[in-house]
């Protein structure tokens, strides 16, 4: 199992650091838009440069995916991403969805293997907010009543 979080977690990185590194250097050459919605979506996406930023999350990740560092850090920057690539390939170019499917799993192999550190991301509420709250039941009205 250890093997293939590895090979999952360095193809990964490969990917988005390439297509990262690759953002940069195309940003005067953009690739032949798609027809349609997907080509005018590709069209402002290049030309408000927004690409430079998705270009630059994706790099970085890369790098911290390729260097095993802050991985869930890491994790967390491309599940946006991801969530993005497979949103617009469902809405607007559903021909182009395979790499992001692939690229969601190998995505789900290696946050698995991080779950632990991933988990405070689902806790409704912070034990900081727990005592805020708590302190403000404590001078609440109500509470001075009882």
Known sequence: MKATVTSARIVLGLVFFAAGLAGFLLINNPPPAPPGL???FQDVFFRSHWVLFVDGVEFISGVLLLTNRFVPLALT??????????????T???AGIVPG???TSLW???A??????????FVAKTQTA?????????RSPQHAAA
Do not use: T
């Open 38 to 40: 997907a080509g005018a």
């Open 77 to 90: 920057l491309l599940g946006a991403v991801l969530s993005n690539i497979l949103a617009f390939h469902i």
């Open 92 to 94: 607007m170019n559903p």
């Open 101 to 103: 499917v692939v690229l």
């Open 108 to 110: 789900a192999v290696v």
């Open 112 to 121: 698995w293997s991080v779950r632990s550190s991933l988990a405070p991301l």
């Open 130 to 138: 727990k005592a805020v709250v708590r302190a403000i039941e404590l």
